[in-house]
C-alpha cells in the first residue's frame, strides 16, 4: 500500500495554464525528490528537498517549481504550461538513515495541447 | 560512462530465467538498487544490495554485483507473465542524497 500519494494522475491542460501537481506522504521522510519520466522511459531529477524551506533544482533544468512547507507536501507547480512540459512526473520520498531507499508515487501524467 | 547503463529490452520465454544487466559510474557507491514498474504505475523497490556483498538472493531474484567492472544483475528465476514490466537499476553515489537511474530495460514475457 503506497504511503505517498500523487494527484492528479492524469492531466490534460491547455498551453499558459498553471498547473500545480500535489505530492503527500504519511512516512515522515525528510527527503523528497521530484522525477520526469521521458516518454523513452528514462527518469531525470528536477527538484528535491531535504527538509521544511528546503528546496534545491536537479540534474535536469526545468521550468516548473517546488516549495515545502510541511514535512508531507511537496507541491509541483507549472506557471504556464507548454507542450514541452508534456511528460510523467513522479515523486518520492525517503528518510536520512539506512539504505535511503525510494518510495515513490504512482505519477502524475501531464499532457499539455 | 557518465551514465548508468542497460539494455532497452528483453524478452524471456514463461518458466524461464530473466538476466537483466546494469553498469554504473561511481566505483565507490554505497547501494545499488532494483526498481520494477508497471504500465501506469510509478516504481517499486523489488531489492537492494550494498556495495560489501557480491550477492543477494530473495524468493526468485539473484543480485550479482561486480565492484571491480561496476556491473551489477537482476536474475529472474522462472519468469512468469506478471513480471513483464521496466526494470531500473539505480545508484547512490558517493556523497550524493539522490539515486541516478538507468534507462530501464523492458521485459517482455512471453507466454
Known amino acids: 500500500e503506497a504511503d505517498i500519494y500523487q494527484t492528479p494522475r492524469y492531466l490534460v491542460i491547455g498551453t499558459g495554464k498553471k498547473i500545480t501537481l500535489e505530492c503527500s506522504q504519511t512516512?515522515?521522510?525528510?527527503?523528497m525528490y521530484w522525477y520526469q519520466q521521458d516518454p523513452g522511459m528514462e527518469l531525470h531529477l528536477i527538484h528535491y528537498s531535504y527538509g521544511v524551506n528546503s528546496t534545491e533544482k536537479g540534474d535536469l533544468s526545468s521550468e516548473s517549481t517546488v516549495s515545502r512547507i510541511r514535512t508531507e507536501h511537496f507541491p509541483l507547480t507549472l506557471e504556464s504550461a507548454r507542450p514541452s512540459h508534456t511528460s510523467q512526473y513522479l515523486c518520492?520520498?525517503?528518510?536520512?538513515?539506512?539504505?535511503?531507499?525510494?518510495?515513490f508515487g504512482a505519477g502524475s501524467r501531464l499532457t499539455v495541447l | 560512462g557518465e551514465d548508468v547503463e542497460q539494455s532497452l529490452f528483453l524478452s524471456v520465454r514463461e518458466g524461464d530465467s530473466s538476466v537483466i544487466n546494469c553498469t554504473y559510474t561511481d566505483s565507490s557507491s554505497t547501494y545499488l538498487y532494483w526498481y520494477k514498474q508497471e504500465p501506469g504505475a510509478g516504481l517499486q523497490l523489488l531489492t537492494y544490495?550494498?556495495?560489501?556483498?557480491d550477492m543477494k538472493q530473495d524468493q526468485r531474484l539473484t543480485v550479482l554485483l561486480n565492484k571491480k567492472d561496476k556491473h551489477l544483475s537482476l536474475r529472474i528465476a522462472d519468469t512468469q507473465t506478471g513480471d513483464s514490466a521496466i526494470y531500473f537499476c539505480a545508484e547512490r553515489k558517493t556523497g550524493a542524497n539522490n539515486l541516478f537511474f538507468g534507462t530501464g530495460t523492458r521485459l517482455t514475457v512471453i507466454p
Open positions: 512516512m515522515g521522510h525528510d527527503k
Open positions: 544490495i550494498f556495495s560489501n556483498m
Open positions: 518520492a520520498s525517503t528518510s536520512s538513515s539506512g539504505a535511503n531507499v525510494l518510495t
